[in-house]
C-alpha cells in the first residue's frame, strides 16, 4: 500500500482534498464517492475525536482516497493513534518551530528517523505487519502548519526539519496573526506575498505546500500559484449553507 | 409547549421540512439553525437508530424547528419510543389500510383515543409532565404515508380514521408499485392525479398531505398544488452533490 | 446461577427494584452499589436502546443484584436479544389477553415451554453454556403488565397461561385505561380494589405480583398489600428531583 | 455491483462464511481480511444492534467479501434497514411456515415480487441509485432458517414462495425441537436425516442450503453433503477459547 | 451571544452552578431544566469525554443555562476542542504558577491575547461566525484551579496574568496538599483563611473566585464569603445518595 | 480492595496479562472469564480510547482480574482520568529517563508522594471514598515501559524514582531502537542480555519487570528467566489467526 498521494506529488500533481467535520462514518462514506484524491478528519476543529476519526478512516477505505488526519495538537499520543489507525497523512496545526517541526517528526516516523512506538494495529491490516514498517517512513506524509507570524519568521529552520513531507496554511489563524480578519480565500497583498515565500522555500527543499480554501474556485488559483495539496470541501459547511439555500428558495416561494 | 406546525395548518400555511439522515447530533444542528419550520430524522430509510434520533432531537431542541420522526414500520414499540424521546410528530411508512391507520393512531394516541402508554420522559421535560399529557393527543402530529396503489384503493378509509392529522406521500414507493421507476418530483400525468386525489379527500376531511420531495423547486409547485407539508433538502444527497460539484471544479480547473 | 430473585419469591420475600432510565453504565453501577435486589433497564419509556441496556447490564454484573429488562413491546425480536445478553427477568409491556401472554412466554420460554431461540451468548458467560440451557426456562422470570381495563378482564386468563411467573402493575397506564388521570402511588379506591383482585389472584396461582411506586415510602404498604416486587427508585427522577431541591435552597438563600 | 455469493453458488461453489457477534468495526475488519466470502453480522443472537451492524458493513466494504445480516426476527422494519444499509444477504430465523417466508420476501424485495420500500441510502453507495434498483430483486440473497420441527413439515411450502434463495440450518434450534440439546456439528442419524431432506427439496428447486458450524473440519463435511454456504468461524467463540486455551498453557507451565 | 455568567459577575451575583459526570445527554438536560445558571461537564474526574461533552452541551443549549467544561488537564489541544464546541467557559485543574497561567490564557483566547486557533465549529452556530470572533475574548470565562500550596504561594503573580477572569478552588486537593485529608464544605480553619486569601487578592483584581461544594447549604455560607460561582449539585453523589437512601427506607420498612 | 496483583508480586508468583485491543465491553468480559490474573485496555496501539477503556473495565469488573491500562502517552490528563476510572494499573509507554518516571509517578500518586488530583469518581465504587484514598497510593500499579536503548541507558536512575512498582519491556521498540527489526518474542543474545540487565537492576530494588510476548510457550520462558507480569495473549491477533486458519482449512478440503 505506497501512498498516491505521494505518488501524485511526485509527478506534480496537486492533490484534491475534502474535509470532515462531522462525526460520521456515513458521511464520511458519502465524500468519499466523490473523487478526491485525500480525505481529512480534522480533529482539531471539527467535532471529532479518536474514536469518530477511526470510524471514518474504516467507512472510507473501500475507495481509492488517501485517509489523512489533522491531529488536535502537537502531541505525540495522538499523533501515533491516528498513525496507528490506518491515517497515511498527518496535518499538525500551530507548528511555529524548529523544535515544534522536530517533535512532530520525532512522533510520525519510526527510529532512527524519529521515536514513533510500532504497533500499527489497524494501518497493518492493509498490508503486511512487515511490510508497512519496511515502507512507512516512506510512505507517511508528514505536513506541519504554517499559519502564524512566528511560523513564518522560523520558516526556514522549519523546512530543514529532515522528514517533514509537506506545509498547510491555515489562512484563517496566519490572518489572525497577522493583525487581521481570521477568514479564508484571502486576497491581501502582504498574504499572498507570505504564501508565494512559503512555496519558494517549500519548493527548493522538495516539500510540498498546501492550503485550506473555503470553495474550489478559489483553490484552482492556489494550484495554479503551486500549492499541491488544496482543500476545497468542508462536510459541515456543505449541510449549513444547503440548508439556508434551499429554506430560501422556499420563503421567497 | 404547543406544536407550531399544527399553528401553521390551521393557519393554512406550508411547512417546511428537512431530512436528516445522516446520524449525527452536530449536523442536524447545522440544520436546525437554516430556518426550517419542521426536521425529520428518517429511521426508516435513514442511517439512524433509537440512540441517533434522540440525540438529534435533542441537538435541534435549542432552535425553534418542530421534531418530527419517521419510524422504520408501523410497530407499536418504536412508535411510543420515538414520542416519549420527544418528537412532536410521526411519520409512518406503508399505512395501506384503515386497520393499519387504526393500529398508527392506536400507537401515537393516549386513551381513550387510543392505546399509547403513559411515560413521557424526554418530551415531558419541555413542559409539565401533567401539561403534556393534557395536551399531547392534540399536538402530535400523525402522519401516514400513502405509498402504493392499495393505500390508494383504501383512501378514504384510511382517512376516516380518527386521529389521523396528516397523510404523506412517498413518490419513490407509490411509482414503484404503479409500475414506474423509483424517483422524486415526478410528473406523470396519472401520479399527479393521485396527488389530486389525495389532496382532494383529505382536504375534504380537515387532514393535511404532505410530500418527499427531492428540490425546493418542485416542492414550491407541490405548495401551490396544495400540499402543506413539504420535504425540501435531504443532508445525505447534499454532502454527496456538494461534493461531487467541487470536485468536479477541480477537475476541469 | 439460580436467579436470587426468584429465591426471595419462594422465601415470600419482596424484591426491592430500582429503575435505570438514564443510558448510562456509570449511573446503573452507582445505582448497583446501593443494595438493590433487582434493577430494570427500562427501554419501553426510559432513554435506552438494546446497546445501552446491554452496557447497563453489564456494568452492574459485579455487584449482588438481578438484571431485569423493561422490553419496549411485546416483540419476540427484542425479547430474545435481552435475554440473550443477560436479563433474568423480563418485564413485557401491556400483556392484555391470554394470547400475548402466551406470546410473551413463547418469546422467553425454550422449548417445549415455549418458542426461543437458542443462542445465550452472554447470559452464558456467567454460567456453563450447558448449564444456562439446564436451568434458564426455570430462572428466568416472565413479568407480563396489568395496566388496561382489558387486562383486568382477562385476568383470569392471562393468569393461567404457563411460564408466567409475575405480574406488574402500570399504575399510570391502569389509571388511564380506568377514566382517570395518569400518576403512581395512587389512592382511589376503586384502583386499590383492582390491586386487590390482581393480588388475590396471582397469589392463587402462585404468581407473584409487583407494582411501579414513585417513592419508597408507599411501596412499603403496598409490600403490605402483598406485592413482592416492588420499584421503589427511578434515576431520572432522582437527578431532576435532586437538580430542583438544590437550585431552590440557592435561590431562597 | 452484482453479489459474488450468487455468482459462487451459479457455479456450484460453496460459500465460505464468517460470524460477527462482537460488535466491533476493527473484529470485523481483522476478519474481513482473512478471505471468507461472506461475513454475517449476527444481529439475532449477537451483541449487535443495527448501529454495529452498519459500522461492521462499512468496515469490511474494504475487502472482498459478501456483507450478509441475521436479522433478529422475522420483523419488515429491521430486514428493511439491513438491506437498505447494504446487506447483500438476509438471514431470517424461524421461517416456519409459507405464510413466513412470504413475509420474509415481502421485506426483501421490490415491487411487483414484494413490498420493500424503495430507499437504499447506502447500499446505493456502491453502485448508481439506478442500477442498484435495476438489480437489487436479482442480488440480493435471502435465506430461510429452518430450525424447528414445524419448518420441517412444512418445508416444500416454504421452498415454494417465490423470492426465497436459500436456507439455513440452525442446528442448535432444530435439535431443540427435536427433543435433543442445543448443540452444533451434530452427528443424530434422525438429524442428518433432515438435513438430506432439506437440501433435496432445496437443490430440487435451485434453492441452496446453508448451516450453521462450529468447526471447519465439520464444515467440509456439510459441503461434501451438499451444502452451498457453511459457517465455519464465530468470532466470540474464538476470542474465549484462545484465551482458554493460553491461560492454561501458562497455569501447567 | 453574550455570556450570562459575566453579566451576572459584572452585577455582583453569584452563578450557581451544577456538575454534570454522568455522561448521558438525557441527564444533562434533566439538570438543564432544573434552573442552574450554569452546568459543568467535568472531563478530569467525571466519566466524560469529547464526545460526551459535546452532547451533554447540544443537549443543555435549549435552556438558559451556561456550558462550562473543566479540561482534564492543561494542554491546549482539549482545551481548543472544547471551546470551538461551544464552551463558553473552561474550568482548568492545577494551576499552579503564573506560566501554567499564561498557558491557559493562551489556549484559550485569541491573538492577540492569546493563541487559540480559529475554527468555532459548533460555538458559531449560536451567532454568526463574525461574530463570534468578535466577542469571543470578552464572552469566555477562563477560570484557573487553585488547588495547592504551590498555587497559594505563587497566587498573586498566577492573578496578575491577563486574561484569567476566575479562579475556582478545589477544597479536596488543596487540603491534600496542605496534609489534610481530601474533602469537601471543609471548616479547618487555615483552609478558611486560605479561602479569605483567594478572595482579597481575587477581588483587589476584579476576577471572581468560586468554589467546589457538597450542599447547598454549605455553598450558601460561601457564596456570604465572597465567592461568586459556587458548584451545588453532583449528578453522581445524587444518583448513589438517593438509591441508599431509597434503599434503607425499604430495609427499615 | 486491595490489589491481587501486587500480592501475587508480593508471593513471588507472576502474573499471567491478557490485552485488550478490541474495543468491545463483550470482548472484554469474554477474557475476563477465561482465568487472566490482569487484563490490559490498551490505549496505545489499540483501537481504544477513554470510552471504550472505561467499558471495558466495566465489563471485567465482575471477574476476579485486575484492570490495567496501558496509557497512549506520559500524559497526566489521561493518567488521572484512567486511575479514576477505576485501573488498578498503569503502564506507561517509552519512559526514558528519570524525569520522565518522575512526571510518571506524579501523575499517579495522591500527595505527597505524587501530584495526583483527588477524585476516584469509579475507582470509589468498589471500596469506600475514604478507604480508596488511604491506599490507593499503596495499591495502584505503576509500570513504566522501557523501551528504547535511551531507557536502559538511563535504567538505573529510572528505576531509583520512588514509586516505580514495575517495569515493562516492549521488544517491537526496543529492537527498533537497538537497529533491529520489530518483532516479539526474541532470541537475539544482545536483547537477552538487555533483558536480565534490566531484571537484575530491578529485582535489587524490589521492583518486578514485565514483557510483551507474542505465545504464551514464549512467556513461560520470560517467567523463568525472572519476570512477573507477563502479557500472553491479545484480542485482535486471535480473531485474525483464527481467521485465516479457519479459512484455510475450507479452502485446503
Redesign the interface.
Known sequence: MPNPMKDAWRAGRAV?N?WI???????A???A????DALTVDM????Q????A??CM??I??HPVVPVVR???N????I??VL??GAMGVIC??VNSAAEARALVDACR???LG?R??????AA??GQA?SY?ATANEDVAVIAMI??KQALDNLESILDVPGIDGVYI?P??LG??M?L??MLDRKEPEVLAAYDRVLEQANKRGIIAGIHNA???Y??TM?QRGFRF?T??N??A???T???R??A???K?
Open positions: 484534491v475534502g467535520s462531522i462525526p460520521s462514518a456515513f458521511g462514506e458519502l465524500m464517492k466523490a473523487g478526491f482539531q476543529h471539527g467535532i475525536d479518536y474514536a469518530s477511526v470510524a474504516q467507512a477505505a473501500a491531529v488536535p495538537w502531541e505525540p499520543g495522538i501515533g493513534k496507528d489507525a496545526p500551530m519510526y527510529p532512527p521515536q512506538s510500532f504497533g500499527p494495529i489497524r491490516i492493509y512487515g514498517f499559519e502564524t491555515g484563517g489563524d489572525l496573526s493583525g480578519q481570521p470553495t474550489p474556485e483553490a484552482l494550484v488544496v476545497v470541501y462536510d459541515a456543505t449541510v449549513a444547503g440548508a439556508i434551499d429554506v428558495v422556499m420563503r416561494g
